[in-house]
């Protein structure tokens, strides 16, 4: 496909896009339900899940349908974690019985890890850049008008 990826749906209706209102015909739509993370992720992979799941229940684009998806980015997310914890205590390079330093094989799994959660989460509209794009209005409260007068003439 030649041009710009079609922005998602959902993430269009978010940002009221009135330029181009139609949806795509052959989109998939989310289905609505609980996404409960797979057995196969250790408990460090489920509380990034969940955490995740949390997010995107909060922006209402929660589906069971994404479950992979965010299998996934929990696996990579644990990745990029691990890396980082290795690398801060073992250093960033290897030093050779000849003198030569290498840097570690950790630092390219940690950069691949990163690139891959990133690209996740700007299918999710998650990334700095695609928050540009999608303009989230958080819930309003509801006020009730009659609850302030009683506390107004009590």
């Given at each position: 496909?030649?041009?710009?990826?079609?922005?998602?749906?959902?993430?269009?209706?978010?940002?009221?896009?009135?330029?181009?209102?139609h949806l795509y015909?052959?989109?998939?739509?989310a289905e609505p339900?609980?996404?409960?993370?797979?057995?196969?992720?250790?408990?460090?992979?489920?509380?990034?899940?969940?955490?995740?799941?949390?997010?995107?229940?909060?922006?209402?684009?929660?589906?069971?349908?994404?479950?992979?998806?965010?299998?996934?980015?929990?696996?990579?997310?644990?990745?990029v974690e691990w890396?980082?914890?290795?690398?801060?205590?073992?250093?960033?390079?290897?030093?050779?019985?000849?003198?030569?330093?290498?840097?570690?094989?950790?630092?390219?799994?940690?950069?691949?890890?990163?690139?891959?959660?990133?690209?996740?989460?700007?299918?999710?509209?998650?990334?700095?850049?695609?928050?540009?794009?999608?303009?989230?209005?958080?819930?309003?409260?509801?006020?009730?008008?009659?609850?302030?007068?009683?506390?107004?003439?009590?």
């Open positions: 496909m030649v041009g710009r990826k079609p922005i998602p749906s959902h993430i269009r209706l978010l940002k009221n896009d009135t330029a181009h209102r015909k052959d989109e998939l739509i339900g609980t996404v409960i993370a797979p057995d196969t992720l250790s408990e460090v992979g489920t509380l990034i899940f969940n955490k995740m799941v949390a997010r995107l229940e909060e922006l209402g684009i929660a589906s069971p349908a994404h479950t992979e998806m965010l299998t996934i980015y929990a696996t990579n997310q644990e990745l890396c980082q914890r290795y690398l801060s205590e073992k250093g960033l390079s290897v030093e050779c019985d000849n003198g030569r330093s290498f840097a570690r094989p950790e630092v390219g799994m940690l950069q691949d890890a990163q690139n891959r959660c990133l690209k996740i989460l700007e299918q999710f509209g998650l990334s700095p850049s695609a928050s540009v794009r999608v303009k989230i209005k958080p819930p309003q409260k509801k006020v009730n008008a009659f609850i302030d007068l009683d506390e107004v003439n009590a």
